[in-house]
């Protein structure tokens, strides 16, 4: 049987990005887009607000020990459950996991998010696949591709354990993988890939060739220890660059689960208030009644809950004594 060619392949999951773009297989002067075409593209939207974007590609980068895997496990429940990240909403949907290093603590660690912020990840949202991929073979990226398709996002960590025999530090090795990331966002049909990896020695900057960088659309570095750890964006190719997130691991269960070092002092009642409002009126706010109703607690946990989110700076009061009316306070 003949192996389709790379080019076979790409053209297999490729899928336009909006209704002008043009297949491979036609001349390059009938892909070309005019001024009107522009306009129809699609505008940015985000996966996570004020965090990465849909039809991208990102990096997440760290050194051991600063919770880069935890923060991508964290976006990934987060999109699978529709729970807001960090106060910032979501677009919900299914996820991919690939957990290169093997599965080995991935349950203990999302039983541990599940129990925390009281939402669990319905077995149709997340798949995950135990077991690196080889981003250079192209039957390979097809598979991924495949399973990939429909996803909201598709999570590879780490990308150095799917390039076998590969050279980080060589252009052409890293400028083949970047090119994978994208032909498995695109099977996507809309979705967003993100590939986790190290930092150099110094800690602050993307590990082996500058090409990794240059070609993705979003890098975040995750900096500092367990209990002080700084999130900040590097790149963004559209919107705003500036984003930095303080972060701490919190124990929980038998593992551990990230949350804003901010509101690492939230009690049970608290955390579980908290997502509450987030997951039912992040967007819109709500009055004292609306929220009691959504949160089903009794009236004296509630009552301590809401009290300790206001006066940790968690919810705010825009409305009146008589009448409250509560509002998430908005990062900057």
């Known amino acids: 049987m003949t192996q389709p060619t790379v080019d076979e392949l790409d053209a297999s999951w490729m899928g336009p990005p909006s209704a002008t773009a043009r297949s491979r297989n036609t001349p390059l002067r009938d892909r070309l887009l ?3 075409d522009l306009t129809n593209l699609p505008t940015p939207q985000p996966l996570i607000d004020r965090t990465v974007d849909l039809r991208s590609v990102a990096v997440l980068a760290g050194h051991w020990g600063t919770a880069k ?5 964290d976006w990934a429940a987060c999109v699978a459950t529709g729970k807001a990240w960090q106060m910032r909403p979501v677009e919900t949907g299914s996820v991919l996991y690939v957990a290169a290093e093997g599965a080995y603590g991935l349950n203990q660690r ?16 997340l798949a995950v696949l135990p077991e690196p991929i080889n981003l250079l073979d192209a039957n390979s990226v097809t598979e991924l591709a495949t399973a990939a398709a429909g996803r909201r996002l598709v999570v590879i960590d780490t990308l150095a354990r799917c390039l076998p025999g590969g050279d980080e530090n060589s252009a052409r090795d890293m400028g083949l ?15 967003t ?3 986790v990896h190290h930092t150099g020695k110094d800690g602050t900057t993307v590990r082996g060739s500058s090409a990794l960088e240059a070609g993705v659309d979003t890098v975040y570095l995750t900096t500092g220890t367990p209990e002080n750890l700084t999130l900040e964006r590097t790149k963004r190719k559209d ?4 984003d930095r997130v303080s972060l701490t691991l919190v124990d929980a269960l038998d593992s551990a689960v990230l949350m804003s ?5 939230t009690t049970s009642s608290e955390q579980r208030l908290m997502s509450a409002f987030m997951s039912g009126h992040s967007a819109t706010g709500a009055s004292k009644s609306d929220l009691r109703a959504t949160a089903e607690m009794s009236p004296a946990s509630f009552h301590r809950a809401l009290n300790g989110l206001v006066s940790k700076g968690l919810l705010t009061n825009t409305g009146t004594t008589a009448r409250p009316f509560y509002r998430a306070p908005k990062e900057t």
């Open 110 to 125: 999302f039983e541990a998010w599940e129990f925390t912020w009281h939402h669990d990840i319905h077995p149709d949202r």
């Open 261 to 265: 070092a901010h509101a690492a002092d």
């Open 34 to 36: 005019t001024r009107a």
């Open 69 to 73: 895997s935890f923060t991508a496990q």
């Open 177 to 191: 993988a970047v090119d994978a990331l994208y032909r498995i966002q695109r099977a996507t049909g809309g979705g």
């Open 239 to 242: 919107g705003p660059l500036q």
């Open 193 to 195: 890939v993100l590939a």
